[in-house]
């Protein structure tokens, strides 16, 4: 097929390596403007325009698309078979969902119609999901409501954070989608609806939903922990200062903690979380400091009863 590959960041390389592999013409990559980036905000292109210059393929970056007449018309001269959308960034118009014979076909980090939206991976582990995936859609006019064409599913582990189930997402969805294609050219796949009764929300994150509220029981916390990492990761303050915790776990067994509250046995660190459970804190780091063990951080603030994070 004559595909045209849209998207932007690291997820989708593995879909835009699969395709050239796989022997389809892909004659145009289109991503996001260079953006800042790094200490000295220097700009720097994206995954996907590094892997394309890698292959060899042309690449354009508009800075909007919706009435971009000259966009439209380098499309369109290229007369593609279908347009592959991975983690682009921006809204589909029209003309472009109707442009190419296969419409634009979506490479999506869940099981739709769960988890609809930017972040649906770190969702998934936030909100304590076993079971993720991946779907290939045909686009349509609304936020991932397309019909759905096919879909794998993943176990998420215990282990797992946002930074560890990417990779293995994305490289399902890479051959889920050669997939797709070669049953569409086959005519041997039928799109089905969603049933947005269904639907659930991964909103893109922000810089607060990282802000550890001891009122949760100890559970979600550790899955907002694994879901926001790296960002915005999960913080609080110790005495006024900003604290990064960086690893923890539910404590199986605890002494009765108020949440919030900080209990100290030997090496052990604990904090108390809704519904009476707690959480063992292993690596933190206050703001300005090294990252340190739990025993580090005892040794050198001596964190008293009575005394409480987030204050």
């Given at each position: ?130 079971i993720t995936g991946v779907t290939t859609m045909r686009i349509d006019a609304g936020l991932d409501t397309g019909d759905i064409l096919l879909q794998r599913e993943l176990p998420i582990l215990h282990e797992d954070t946002a930074e560890s189930l990417a990779p293995r997402l994305a490289s399902l969805g890479a051959d889920l989608m050669l997939q797709t294609l070669r049953q569409l050219e086959t005519g041997q796949l039928d799109p089905v609806p969603q049933d ?116």
């Amino acid at each position: 097929m004559i595909l045209i590959f849209s998207g932007t960041p690291r997820f989708a390389v593995p879909t835009l390596d699969a395709l050239f592999a796989a022997g389809h013409s892909v004659p145009l990559v289109v991503t996001q403007p260079d953006r800042p980036r790094g200490r000295g905000m220097e700009l720097a292109a994206s995954p996907i325009k590094e892997a394309a210059l890698r292959l060899q393929i042309p690449v354009v970056q508009p800075a909007s698309i919706k009435n971009n007449a000259e966009f439209h018309s380098q499309l369109a001269a290229l007369h593609p078979d279908a347009i592959i959308v991975v983690g682009y960034g921006r809204i589909i118009p029209q003309w472009m969902i109707d442009l190419p014979r296969f419409g634009n076909l979506n490479l999506h980090a869940s099981l739709l119609p769960k988890y609809r939206g930017a972040a649906p991976i770190q969702w998934a582990i936030a909100s304590g999901e076993s079971i993720t995936g991946v779907t290939t859609m045909r686009i349509d006019a609304g936020l991932d409501t397309g019909d759905i064409l096919l879909q794998r599913e993943l176990p998420i582990l215990h282990e797992d954070t946002a930074e560890s189930l990417a990779p293995r997402l994305a490289s399902l969805g890479a051959d889920l989608m050669l997939q797709t294609l070669r049953q569409l050219e086959t005519g041997q796949l039928d799109p089905v609806p969603q049933d947005h009764s269904k639907a659930t929300l991964a909103p893109i994150l922000k810089k607060e939903d990282g802000r550890m509220d001891f009122a949760r029981p100890a559970t979600e916390l550790f899955n907002r922990m694994r879901g926001f990492r790296p960002w915005p990761g999960a913080f609080t303050t110790f005495k006024g200062k900003a604290l990064q915790v960086h690893r923890a776990e539910p404590a199986p067994s605890h002494a009765a903690l108020a949440p919030a509250a900080l209990a100290v046995d030997g090496p052990r660190l604990q904090v108390g979380c809704g519904q009476n459970t707690a959480l063992n804190l292993f690596e933190l780091q206050l703001d300005g400091k090294r990252r340190m063990t739990a025993q580090e951080f005892i040794n050198g603030y001596h964190p008293k009863p009575g005394d409480h994070l987030g204050e």
